[in-house]
């Protein structure tokens, strides 16, 4: 094989010297006589471009100045000085390709008459191909094999696209699947890219629901071959998981920008969740993963939330996730949150003061042999709190300080025998915290 391409490769370089000759006046050759030269350069050009194919030769559209075909010098008209291009008129030529691409007949139109090119399949490679089996049997399967690259090139499309398959348009050398990729098979019938249709080396295709496609190759001498089958939904249902995990994480992002403004307005929840109300708490807003629109809390829809003032109880906040499913509900009063987010605080402060009381008690009966002291001096003005600068506030009543009583916010006091004592710190009462608040003894 590698001798009979010698005589291509040394026609290659002898026409290449010739095509700067072709401009008028630029040699002593007839016009004829380059022209005849030029043809020939074309198809040493055509006869490159068919042994790269296996021998598929090119399209006539492609045979042309800026066509696609491969030509390092493109040859110019002997008559004109433009470049030489398909026609009927001298230093012009016509280029016809066989119905099964394995041959061809180049014109060219000389002063007078014309000039006649033509070639095929070598003789040698036919022999090669009949002893191996016949060649519309070869590019059979080479259709079949393009018809699958294509059928992988469907399925990737699909999984990057939320696991639908493309539509028809999309899936061809300019359609949105071949865009994607830089080789496209080519119909080893015509040798121009494989395009949906019913001619040997084509293929059909249509899209389906839940992600199913159908896709057959086009042989000539057998039946269409079925490559039918469903986008992977692996990389859909993985995205589809973290979606929902993001449309879980804004109603909490929005619940907490909820909280603040109840912090801000005396435990007065907003009447709505909606950017206008809460922007100043919750900033940047967040966005429905799935659209990249703002979320918006008053939409069931995927993506999206719901708010529900439940006054004077609290809200309710929804998530929608995907498939009509109902994501997580935040119930803002329910376990820990009764008392509102004011009380709550308060609540915690007492914990804090019944620790320092418990201090100071500590230090006394340090100070006094173990002994505690007595319900007069453990107040703010008795002897214990003379001892310290700073006494306890009542977080329920402002600038009152903490008194040994049964009101919420204060303590009660009982020193026992051998040293020990009781000090009880009193909270809001709820159904969900315990009513009285102990220190260790």
Avoid at 344 to 355: A, I, S
Wanted: hydrophobic share 40%; aromatic share 10%.
């Amino acid at each position: 094989m590698c001798r009979r391409l010698v005589p291509a490769i040394l026609l290659t370089l002898a026409c290449a010297t010739l095509v700067g000759a072709a401009a008028p006046g630029a040699s002593a050759l007839t016009r004829d006589a380059r022209m005849k030269q030029n043809l020939r350069l074309l198809q040493v050009y055509i006869e490159r471009s068919a042994a790269a194919r296996s021998f598929v030769y090119p399209a006539a559209a492609t045979v042309r100045k800026g066509g696609g075909l491969t030509a390092p010098v493109w040859p110019v008209n002997p008559w004109t000085g433009a470049a030489m291009a398909p026609g009927r008129t001298r230093g012009t030529y016509t280029y016809k390709v066989g119905a099964g691409a394995d041959g061809y007949t180049l014109v060219g139109r000389l002063s007078a008459g014309s000039f006649t090119l033509s070639g095929g399949t070598p003789a040698w490679l036919e022999k090669e191909r009949l002893a191996s089996g016949d060649v519309t049997a070869a590019r059979d399967q080479s259709a079949e094999l393009g018809a699958r690259v294509i059928k992988g090139y469907i399925e990737l499309w699909g999984m990057l696209s939320n696991g639908t398959a493309p539509a028809a348009g999309e899936v061809s050398r300019t359609g949105g699947v071949g865009q994607m990729f830089a080789y496209w098979p080519a119909n080893p019938f015509t040798g121009q890219p494989m395009a949906p249709g019913t001619d040997p080396g084509e293929f059909t295709y249509a899209a389906g629901v839940g992600g199913a496609y159908s896709l057959s190759a086009r042989p000539a001498q057998a039946s269409p071959v079925d490559l039918n089958g469903t986008i992977p939904q692996q990389l859909k249902n993985a995205l589809t998981a973290a979606r929902d995990a993001a449309t879980n994480a804004n109603i909490h992002a929005i619940q907490q920008g909820v909280d603040l403004y109840a912090r801000d307005n005396n435990d007065v929840f907003p009447p709505d969740a909606s950017p206008a109300t809460l922007g100043a708490y919750v900033d940047p807003w967040p966005a429905n993963p799935w659209t990249g629109a703002p979320m918006s809390t008053s939409s069931p829809y995927q993506g999206d939330c719901t708010y529900s003032l439940q006054s004077p109880l609290g809200y309710t906040i929804t998530a929608y996730l995907a498939g009509g499913v109902q994501g997580d509900v935040v119930d803002d009063w329910a376990f820990g949150r009764w008392l509102g987010i004011r009380d709550g605080l308060k609540n915690v402060c007492v914990q804090g003061h019944g620790q320092v009381l418990r201090e100071y008690i500590e230090e006394w009966k340090a100070a006094h042999a173990g002994t505690p002291p007595s319900v007069e001096q453990m107040t703010r003005t008795g002897a214990v709190g003379a001892l310290h600068a700073w006494w306890p506030v009542n977080p329920w009543s402002a600038a009152s300080p903490m008194a040994n009583g049964g009101a919420t916010g204060d303590f009660q006091y009982t020193p026992g025998v051998g040293g020990t004592y009781t000090l009880t710190v009193r909270q809001q009462i709820t159904d969900y915290f315990t009513q009285e608040y102990y220190t260790p003894e």
